[in-house]
C-alpha cells in the first residue's frame, strides 16, 4: 500500500507497475526518481525527495534503481541518473535530468498548484 509523505522504492517490476497504476488510479501527480546507487549526484538529492515527500504528501514519489530494474529505465528510455518524470493520469507531464533541485521543487510547486486548481 503507498504511504503519504515517504518516498516508495520499487524493486520489482510488479511493485512499480502497482505504485504506478494506485498513483494513476488516485488521479495523483506521481514524481518518479530513476536513480542508481553509484550515482553522486543522485545520493545528493535524495534527502531533498525525502524532504519533498512529507511536504507535498498529495504527491506520489517512487524511487526506481536503475540497475535494479532495468526494464522499466529502457521502457522509459532514461540514459542519464538522476532523471524525475512527471506522471499524470499515465502521461509524462514534465521531465527533469539532473540534481537540479531548484528546478525540481519548482516543478513540483507548479503541478501541485495546476491540481489543487483544478
Do not use: Y
Not at 7 to 28: E, F, M, P, Y
Not at 53 to 81: G, N, Y
Request: proline share 3%; hydrophobic share 50%; with cysteine.
Amino acid at each position: 500500500m503507498a504511504e503519504e509523505g515517504v518516498v516508495i522504492s520499487c524493486h520489482s517490476v510488479d511493485a512499480w507497475t502497482a505504485h504506478l497504476q494506485r498513483g494513476i488510479d488516485n488521479k495523483k501527480l506521481i514524481v518518479v526518481d530513476f536513480t542508481a546507487s553509484w550515482c553522486g549526484p543522485c545520493r545528493m538529492i535524495s534527502p531533498m525527495l525525502t524532504e519533498w515527500a512529507r511536504r507535498f504528501p498529495q504527491v506520489t514519489f517512487l524511487k526506481v534503481d536503475v540497475d535494479e530494474l532495468a526494464s522499466v529505465a529502457s521502457d522509459w528510455a532514461i540514459e542519464a541518473m538522476p532523471t524525475f518524470m512527471f506522471l499524470k493520469e499515465g502521461n509524462i507531464v514534465d521531465k527533469v535530468v539532473g540534481a537540479r533541485k531548484e528546478e525540481l521543487l519548482q516543478k513540483i510547486m507548479m503541478h501541485v498548484a495546476k491540481i489543487s486548481a483544478q
